[in-house]
């Protein structure tokens, strides 16, 4: 159980290589790059004890 105060942290990070784009539009394999954070402090979802 996370102690009081504390922060989940979700990190995605992901890249795409894009079939249908040609390779003349860049070097290599045309591809994007999509990163994201999330941070929720604890307690914010977390249900209370009853």
């Known amino acids: 159980m996370p102690l009081p105060g504390?922060?989940?942290?979700?990190?995605i990070s992901t890249q795409v290589t894009l079939p249908l784009?040609?390779?003349a539009l860049g070097d290599g394999k045309p591809s994007f790059k999509v990163e994201?954070?999330?941070r929720v402090p604890r307690g914010t979802y977390v249900e209370a004890h009853r």
């Open 6 to 11: 504390s922060v989940t942290t979700v990190r």
């Open 21 to 23: 784009m040609p390779t």
């Open 36 to 38: 994201s954070v999330h």
